[in-house]
């Protein structure tokens, strides 16, 4: 089986690497010239553009930051419908709203193209082991016929649905993600003002019912940073991407006609910490920002 893999960025690239690493012939496609030097020591083929990619690819994987960079590698100029073979299976893993693979779905199969949105959990890190969780919609012969490619990039990979679910899936684990971290943020700041250490305040919270993905995978991060003194973080959830993701869940839950006040709320303060600059820092800087971040 021949892979096509678009979008060689933080993810991407130890996803890509992971496939070679487990036998499949892969060929890469990056805007970035960078992202695929990353990739040439591990015996990737590299391609000019995603048609040229799509031309060579049974299946087609795509890691890219949105929506945008979606429409432009998949329907643009010399993207992947003007290259693509029927048969061929499109896996799209970037985070985007679930309107997105059910739209590529409904245009690809004009060209024989099959979809699966197949999105993740897991940062670099988990990427690089190989050990990501994959939410997956599409039909369901299709999902099992890919399975091989997914359990060479995730050791937990859910068949959710039909296709848009595994994208609804992922938006909303990162719903509860965004709104977590802030939460968290808020409760160390108040845990310093009654003069308990953070150390203490992590190590006791996670054995008890204050226990959550960002308490523990963000406070250490945070508590390590501090100590440090470096100024930014190491590449992880960078605060830009769970940005878009709280802003796609907030226009799917208005547009569901429902409350959606505590994401409006969250949304704003992520937006003040990238006005202060903090973008491209892990989600782990809300708690150093926290004094900072007054919703506007
Ligand atoms: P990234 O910005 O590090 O990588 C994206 C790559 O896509 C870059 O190498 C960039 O050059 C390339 N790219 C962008 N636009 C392109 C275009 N039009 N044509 C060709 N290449 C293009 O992003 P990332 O952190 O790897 O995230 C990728 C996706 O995975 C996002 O949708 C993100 O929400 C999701 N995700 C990220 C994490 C994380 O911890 N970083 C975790 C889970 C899911």
New binding site residues.
Partial sequence: MKIGF???????HGMAKNLLQNGFHLSG????KE?IQGLLPFGAQISDSPQQLAQVSDVIIT????AG?EQ??IFGQNGIISGVRPGTVLIE????SPEIPRRVAKSGAVFGMEVLDA??????SRAEKGTLTIMVGGEEEIFKRCLPVLHSLGDKVYHVGATGTGASMKIVNNLMLGINMVGVAEALHLAKSLGLKPQAVFEIAQMSSGESYALKAKVPRAIQKHHSGKTKTE????ID?QH??LEIALQIGRGNGLNMDLTTFVLNIYEVAQELGAGREDISAMIELWPQLKPT
Avoid: F, H, W
Wanted: overall charge negative; charged content about 15%; proline content about 11%.
């Fill in positions: 678009i979008g060689l960025g933080v993810m991407g496609y990056d805007r970035s992202a890691m890219l930051p949105n960079a432009e590698v893993m970037s985070t985007v999105p993740v959990s897991g940062g670099a590449p992880g959830s960078p991407l878009k993701d």
